[in-house]
């Protein structure tokens, strides 16, 4: 069985140590914006010159392509969304591409990849619309699968709303089931639910350090209780100051 964990920071950055990273790409497969920029412009040039001599067709929506990373040191998976305003049934048709990219994961062997949050840019698909299916989606196939996927999204807002779904999927209340644990036995479940962040010192600088607690979003309390349980002995009146914040 794999596990599913939610990631918010840099997509590349946080591919280290993966199989495979996935790219949103677009139908020529040449560098774009968003994360198919940055996965082209780490990648390096060779991969702009594999694609355009590999491949004499464009790409067809839900297609999946594999190119070598080149520069990354993990293979390439390459999916076309299809644009949201173009479907009839644009989640069921979404999620198509997901089910291509999953099977491929597979039928490739890969044991950890990182995941986009696929269409979600200009493709016009809303994070609010996508997140109940695919999270259902992703542990399902978690659960019969020895895969680990992680799911990126930059933003620790937009994280919030996959993290809500996740929590519901896996009846966990983070307020009621930490409130029952003493400090040191709460870094073990944020580990047994796999809702950890890595380097995650990095995260908490980035995002949450100098904002006040009430500013701070689900995701970015995380961040700051996975912080403080690894590098500060609390009691535990002083860290349900921020447990008692958590509401999904």
């Known amino acids: 069985m794999g596990r599913l964990f939610l990631l918010s920071g840099d997509y590349i950055d946080n591919s280290k ?15 774009g914006s968003g994360i198919c920029g940055a996965i ?29 990373g080149f520069n990354l040191p993990m293979d390439i998976i390459h999916v076309l969304a ?19 990219l999953l099977d491929t994961i597979v039928n490739r062997n890969y044991k950890k990849v990182l995941l986009c949050s696929l269409g979600t840019g200009i493709h016009g698909y809303k994070h609010e619309d996508v997140a109940k299916p ?11 699968n020895d895969v680990d996927i992680y799911f990126n999204n930059y933003v620790p807002l937009y994280k919030d709303v996959y993290l809500i779904e996740f929590l519901k999927s896996n009846i966990l209340n983070l307020k009621d089931d930490l409130s029952k644990l003493e400090p040191n036995q709460m ?22 350090d100098g904002k006040e607690l009430k500013d701070l979003c689900l995701s970015e309390k995380l ?20 447990i008692e914040t958590m509401e999904a």
């Open 82 to 100: 299809p644009k949201a305003y173009e479907e009839a049934d644009p989640i069921n048709e979404l999620l198509k591409g997901y089910k291509n």
């Open 187 to 208: 870094l073990d479940y944020l580990k047994e639910n796999n809702l950890t962040e890595n380097n995650v010192k990095f995260k908490y600088k980035n995002f949450c």
């Open 40 to 68: 082209y412009n780490s990648a390096g040039v060779e991969l702009i010159d594999y694609c355009k001599n590999t491949f004499t067709k464009d790409m067809e929506n839900n297609e999946v392509r594999i190119t070598p």
């Open 17 to 31: 140590g993966m199989d495979a990273i996935v790219n949103a790409a677009n139908k020529y497969m040449i560098n």
């Open 134 to 144: 695919l999270i259902n989606l992703l542990i399902n196939f978690c659960k019969l």
């Open 223 to 242: 961040i700051c209780l996975q912080y403080t349980l690894e590098n500060f002995k609390v009691t535990k009146e002083q860290i349900m100051i921020l």
